[in-house]
């Protein structure tokens, strides 16, 4: 039987064809239609007023701390239970990471975040919606408005994701999508950055591409990034914004197969009301099942999970950094698991991953 991955790439189909017309025009690089399409689709879908194609999420949550002025000496809050992703552009910046906690819906705690934002004095927060899940974007953001902290959206995983009918990415002042290979769409590698302000857009595409003035030669007056997105890239990231509602409906369909066939001591991510997460990944924590016997079961059978994210401030890493735990992600961590969540798979794959686990 085929390996089964935890969230591999799925092709509309659509991809080759727009690629060839990239490479009849021969604009192949990062000039081109293609480029232009993919925002423009990122925008009608999302309703973000503005938005940048580059080439990975890591990228896009980079420039967003780069145009927000965040340096040496400020703080930056973030979710400590996240991928390393949402948090490494804080030390490319020279800035202070300080890692808060998530409440019992597994995303960053309000709470947390307001007692910080008093202890710190933070100049923004990044904030992720994890595994697909809204986070308390609303009132996280009511908070920092307050305090005149920035909120960057890490959207990576939740593409698609709404709270009262309105996009992850849309509620703060810059939004990141990722189209990395395991996302919900993939363009093999590659991110988005989205905002409602239009002037910050504009400085983050232009230090996206190296920082060059307007002259016919090469003229710096600051440095930049090669951050842009190439037009082929763009080409197969239509074609898979096309079937975005396709496939959250799909994830959420595998996630409902688990929980009709999964049985025992179980808890499912949760959804905090009036939101639609897109499922990204199946997750769940076991109480009384250890994770590593299961993970250990499923791979022998070649079916790939894994432990949740382990928390930025359990990281080496990270060490040293400032801290507001609360147990909540490190309990996650130890119990928790994803589960394979391709939207290519049948109902009867899950049933049969879903009986190997019941087994143990
Ligand atoms: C994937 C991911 C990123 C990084 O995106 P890339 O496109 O791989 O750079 C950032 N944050 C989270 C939460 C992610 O899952």
Redesign the pocket.
């Known amino acids: 039987m085929d390996k089964i991955f935890l969230s591999p790439p799925h092709m509309s189909g659509k991809e080759q064809e727009y690629i060839k017309n990239v490479f009849d025009s021969n604009y192949i690089t990062s000039l081109g239609e293609y480029v232009n399409k993919f925002e423009d689709i990122t925008k009608t879908t999302t309703k973000a007023k503005n938005a940048l194609a580059l080439i990975?999420?890591?990228?896009?949550?980079h420039l967003a701390l780069r145009v927000l002025g965040v340096g040496e000496g400020d703080v930056v809050l973030t979710s400590s239970f996240?991928?390393?992703?949402?948090v490494s552009s804080i030390l490319y910046q020279k800035a202070t990471p300080v890692f808060i906690d998530s409440n019992e819906n597994w995303n960053i705690c309000p709470n947390l975040v307001e007692d910080a934002i008093k202890k710190y004095k933070p100049k923004a927060l990044i904030l992720?919606?994890?595994y697909g899940q809204m986070a308390h974007i609303e009132e996280i953001v009511t908070i920092c408005r307050k305090a005149g902290v920035y909120v960057i959206e890490?959207a990576?995983?939740s593409l698609g994701a709404t709270l009262n009918g309105k996009h992850s990415g849309t509620f703060g002042d810059f939004g990141?999508f990722?189209?990395?290979g395991?996302?919900i769409l993939t363009t093999s590698?590659?991110?988005m950055l989205v905002s409602d302000n239009e002037k910050w857009i504009q400085e983050a595409k232009f230090l996206s591409t190296q920082a060059k003035e307007d002259h016919i030669w090469y003229e710096h007056e600051t440095y930049g990034y090669n951050y842009r997105m190439s037009n082929v890239l763009a080409a197969i990231g239509l074609a898979q914004m096309e079937v975005l509602e396709d496939r959250v409906f799909k994830k959420r369909q595998i996630f409902s197969w688990y929980q009709e066939f999964l049985e025992g001591n179980i808890t499912f991510m949760p959804e905090i009301a009036n939101s639609k997460g897109n499922r990204w990944l199946t997750t769940l924590t076991f109480e009384d099942k250890n994770i590593f016997d299961v993970i250990d079961v499923l791979n022998k059978n070649g079916i790939e999970s894994r432990p949740l994210?382990k928390p930025m401030h359990m990281q080496p890493v990270f060490k040293s950094s400032e801290r507001i735990v609360n147990g909540v992600s490190e309990k996650l961590f130890q119990k928790g698991i994803c589960l394979p969540s391709g939207t290519v798979l049948e109902k009867e794959d899950v049933k049969r991953i879903a009986n190997l686990i019941n087994n143990i």
Do not use: C, M, Q, R
Not at 56 to 61: F, L, S, V
Not at 82 to 86: H, K, L, R
């Open positions: 990975n999420g890591t990228a896009a949550i996240t991928f390393i992703g949402s992720t919606h994890l890490d990576a995983e990141v990722s189209f990395n395991n996302k590698g590659g991110g994210w």
